[in-house]
C-alpha cells in the first residue's frame, strides 16, 4: 500500500475508531503515523475463517520458519463495534512519535501491537475483521470462530494451539476479555454456523487495553449474558490476563479495569493492572511505554526467550 493510501486509510480510521467513536475533528493527515513497507515473510491476507458475512476475514504475518510451530497473538481492532479494519495493525509506524492528544477525547493514533517486533520474535500474529453491526455479541461470536480456525488449521500455518494470546483494545478489548473469561465454558457465543464447532476457542492468554466491562455506553445493553463477570466466576480457571489503562480515560472509566482486575484475581486467575497516569482513551503513551511490558507478559506466559 503506497504511503498516500496508507494515510488516507488512517484519516478514515481515526475519524472513528476507539470505543467512543469520537475525536475532536482535528485529526488531519499530519497527524497520523504510517509504517514503512513490509518485509520479512509474505502475510497471508483476506483467509476466510467463516462464510457467513464477507467481514469474517483475517490477516497472518508468520515469522520466519522455525523447528517449533509458533504462538499466535490474535489481535482485535476496537472502534465501538461499528468502524475499523484489521489493516490497522500494520499501518501504524511505532518509530514515529504522534502529536499529543489535546483532550480526553482526541485520537490521534491507534494503539496496535508491532507486528514485525513479534514476528521477529518469533510470534505469529493474526489480525481480525468481523461484523460491524454495532453487537458486541456478533464480534465476540466471530472472535471465537476466528479462534476455532486457527486451531483447526494449526498444523498447516505451523503455530502451536497451545499457545493463543488475545489482545485487544478499546471495543476489541471487550472482545478479548470475553475470550479469556469464558474459556474452558461452553457457552451460546460458540455459533456452530460459522465452522469448526468441535474444536476449541480457548486462549491462554489475553491482553486487555482499556476495554469496557461493566457497560457498553451508549452503544448496546450489556446483560449477565455478555457481562464477562457472569464467567469469571463460574470459571474452573483461567488465563492470565495483562491489562493496561489510562487514568484520564473519558470514554472507559479507569475503575472498569480495575473491576476487572480484583474479579479475576477473586476467582483465583493471574491478572496485573498497569495504570498509565495522564493516559486517555487510545492515547500513544500505551504504544510507547506498555508494549514492551506486555510484550515481556507474553514471552514469561508461552516461555519464549
Excluded at 464477507?54 to 499466535?72: F, I, N, S, V
Excluded at 491482553?207 to 457481562?227: C, H, I, N, Q, R
Aim: hydrophobic residues 35%; contains cysteine.
Amino acid at each position: 500500500m503506497s504511503s498516500n493510501v496508507q494515510r488516507r486509510f488512517l484519516v478514515l480510521i481515526v475519524a472513528a475508531l476507539g470505543l467512543g467513536g469520537c475525536s475532536s475533528g482535528s485529526s488531519s493527515e499530519a497527524d497520523v503515523t504510517t509504517a514503512p513497507a513490509e518485509t520479512g515473510p509474505s502475510p497471508q491476507l483476506d483467509v476466510a475463517y467463516a462464510d457467513t458475512a464477507p467481514e469474517q476475514r483475517l490477516d497472518l504475518y508468520q515469522p520466519a520458519p522455525a523447528d517449533k510451530p509458533a504462538p499466535l497473538v490474535i489481535y482485535i481492532h476496537g472502534g465501538a463495534w461499528r468502524s475499523g479494519d484489521k489493516g490497522i495493525v500494520t499501518a501504524v509506524d511505532p518509530s514515529v512519535t504522534p502529536p499529543k492528544p489535546a483532550n480526553c477525547t482526541d485520537i490521534v493514533e491507534i494503539q496496535v501491537p508491532d507486528v514485525k517486533a513479534l514476528n521477529d520474535k518469533g510470534y505469529a500474529v493474526a489480525s481480525i475483521n468481523y461484523r460491524l453491526d454495532g453487537n458486541p455479541v456478533h464480534a465476540l461470536e466471530d472472535a471465537k470462530a476466528a479462534v476455532r480456525f486457527l486451531r483447526a488449521e494449526a498444523s498447516d500455518y505451523h503455530i502451536d494451539p497451545e499457545r493463543f494470546a488475545a489482545w485487544g483494545d478499546s471495543a476489541g478489548g471487550y472482545t478479548a476479555i470475553m475470550l479469556g473469561a469464558t474459556s474452558g465454558q461452553t457457552t451460546d457465543f460458540d455459533d456452530p454456523a460459522l465452522g469448526n464447532p468441535d474444536v476449541s476457542s480457548d486462549v491462554q492468554a489475553v491482553v486487555d487495553w482499556f476495554g469496557p466491562t461493566d457497560d457498553f455506553g451508549p452503544y448496546a445493553k450489556m446483560g449477565a449474558k455478555e457481562s464477562p463477570y457472569t464467567y469469571i466466576a463460574s470459571a474452573q480457571s483461567l488465563p492470565p490476563f495483562s491489562i493496561a489503562h489510562g487514568d484520564a480515560d473519558c470514554t472507559v472509566s479507569l475503575q472498569e479495569s480495575r473491576h476487572l482486575k480484583e474479579a479475576l484475581t477473586k476467582a483465583g486467575g493471574t491478572a496485573s493492572l498497569s495504570v498509565l497516569p495522564g493516559a486517555f482513551h487510545e492515547d500513544p503513551a500505551f504504544m510507547r511505554t506498555e508494549r514492551p511490558r506486555t510484550v515481556d507478559f507474553l514471552d514469561d506466559t508461552f516461555d519464549v526467550g
